[in-house]
């Protein structure tokens, strides 16, 4: 049961371009949505995340949209630049009792930004 | 290093011998998570540590997986009797605290493959 899922394996995007990386979860449960970029041999890294409370969250040349009737969020980069080649994930959780923090994770969304 | 740190960084082992992974969490970080990512999937929740304690061991896929912390910091998982589908990328991360709103700091893995 893939409660979050990124159906783009991968994105190919001319550099200065938008890049724009889609995610879609089941879960009504989950109230705050992360973007984590992962390099080959490296562990993830954060990247943005929003509350289900808001509908947009940016932070320089990204910015992550909320759609909760949709159960859909989408991680825009403006401009794209080489350096974000890179694989994204879109994870997700919620703060109901017993929380964890545990993150539920997608597939993944392989981007290569070309010069 | 500031960051987090896994042992090894490759492991390859024949069907049926026992493995040890292991993670050091960034010092002082209370939380820690185990994920593992399977080739063509994203990163699946294995377990979670509060301190020494495990309260939430939901995502170990059988009793083969076990794992501990100790002094509220190095945490070992430990797989028996490995089989090839336990071959996957095993992610270690850790947060000051157990809220989601806490980024999780990752390493960089174990590759792990069962011959």
């Known amino acids: 049961d893939q409660q979050v899922k990124q159906n783009s394996p991968s994105l190919s995007v001319q550099e200065g371009r938008i890049s724009i990386l889609n995610c879609d979860y089941t879960n009504s449960m989950f109230d705050y949505f992360l973007w984590y970029k992962k390099y080959p041999a490296e562990g993830p890294t954060f990247l943005i995340s929003?509350?289900?409370?808001?509908d947009k969250n940016e932070d320089g040349r990204f910015t992550v949209f909320l759609n909760k009737s949709a159960k859909h969020l989408s991680l825009h980069i403006v401009p794209s630049q080489p350096g974000d080649s890179a694989v994204y994930f879109c994870a997700a959780t919620y703060h109901g009792s017993g929380n964890t923090g545990k993150l539920i994770f997608g597939q993944g969304t392989t981007l290569q930004v070309k010069p | 290093g500031a960051g987090v740190s896994q042992s090894p960084s490759n492991k390859v082992t024949e069907k049926g011998k026992d493995v040890e992974l292991r993670c050091d969490p960034i010092s002082g970080h209370t939380a820690l998570y185990w994920y593992r990512q399977s080739l063509g999937q994203g990163l699946e929740f294995l377990i979670y540590?509060?301190?020494?304690?495990?309260?939430?061991k939901s995502g170990l896929p059988s009793d083969r997986f076990s794992a501990e912390r100790t002094g509220g910091s190095v945490s070992t998982l430990t797989i028996q009797r490995t089989q090839q589908e336990d071959s996957a990328v095993y992610l270690c991360?850790?947060?000051?605290?157990?809220?989601?709103?806490?980024?999780?700091?990752f390493g960089p893995g174990t590759r792990l493959t069962v011959l």
């Open positions: 540590f509060q301190g020494n304690s495990a309260p939430d």
């Open positions: 991360a850790s947060s000051l605290f157990s809220s989601s709103y806490n980024e999780q700091f």
């Open positions: 929003i509350s289900s409370i808001k």
